[in-house]
């Protein structure tokens, strides 16, 4: 089974930017699906899907992320990134990633990466 990998955020005042990377556990495993998302959950909230991306380029950002946050791809590297800029307190949040919402496989939800922007 495919396990994903979060690494990247951390402790940012407002403003500032961070980039967050997901990649497969293992060089012999794959991301085998057109859409990728990044999703977050704020502590005491559900969590949120944040954006997507396909296998192709094309991207999908929630609207309160639409501007700031830039995902990208690299399907020979089996990685997918998110580069948030203008960050805000209300992105404090653990953020992952899985495949896209509407695709029928999931993986394991890892362990997430802690965003925390505050002065």
């Known amino acids: 089974q495919v396990h994903l990998v979060e690494s990247g955020g951390g402790l940012v005042q407002p403003g500032g930017s961070l980039r967050h990377s997901c990649a497969t556990a293992g060089s012999i495993f794959r991301i085998n699906v057109n859409v990728m998302g990044w999703y977050r959950q704020a502590p005491g909230k559900e969590r949120e899907l944040v954006g997507t991306?396909?296998?192709?380029?094309?991207?999908y950002y929630a609207n309160s992320v639409k501007g700031r946050f830039t995902i990208s791809r690299d399907n020979a590297k089996n990685t997918v990134r998110l580069q948030m800029d203008s960050l805000k307190p209300e992105d404090t949040a653990v953020y992952y990633c899985n495949s896209g919402p509407f695709e029928t496989t999931k993986y394991s939800w890892g362990q997430g990466t802690q965003v925390t922007v505050s002065s």
């Open positions: 991306i396909t296998r192709s380029g094309i991207t």
